[in-house]
């Protein structure tokens, strides 16, 4: 039984970083489909930042240049570096996985494509 458990999000101020983690078990974080996703009140989920099996990374343009999406297998664990946090930043952050492999963008990689999800860390950027 595969379970994501994200923790690190909180309350900045603009230009602000955090990063996010995203503990994996269940299931060894090798050659996965991982990524975040974020949901602002009133708003639909969207794709932040992916990682697909081949280890490329996309990101969405609103973030790019400001996140990072990484991985540490060791640790079974995944990370979203923010930097220069804007207001719109402002959400609820999803790690989310699946066993898909081959090469993912941001745009293609949707809600529907991931099986597992976690339950949610808030980050608030005033």
């Known amino acids: 039984h595969v379970q994501l458990v994200e923790s690190g999000g909180g309350s900045v101020q603009a230009g602000g970083s955090l990063r996010l983690s995203c503990a994996v078990s269940g299931a060894t974080l090798r050659s996965n489909l991982m990524g975040w996703f974020r949901q602002a009140p009133g708003k639909e989920r969207e794709g932040v930042a992916v990682l697909d099996s081949d280890g490329t990374t996309s990101y969405a343009d609103s973030v790019k240049g400001r996140f990072t999406i990484s991985k540490d297998t060791s640790k079974n664990t995944l990370y979203l570096q923010m930097n220069g946090l804007k207001p719109e930043d402002t959400a609820m952050y999803y790690c989310?996985?699946?066993?898909?492999?081959?090469?993912?963008?941001?745009?293609?990689?949707?809600?529907?494509?991931?099986?597992?999800w976690g339950q949610g860390t808030q980050v608030t950027v005033s």
């Open positions: 989310a996985a699946d066993l898909a492999v081959g090469s993912y963008t941001v745009a293609a990689a949707e809600v529907s494509t991931f099986a597992y």
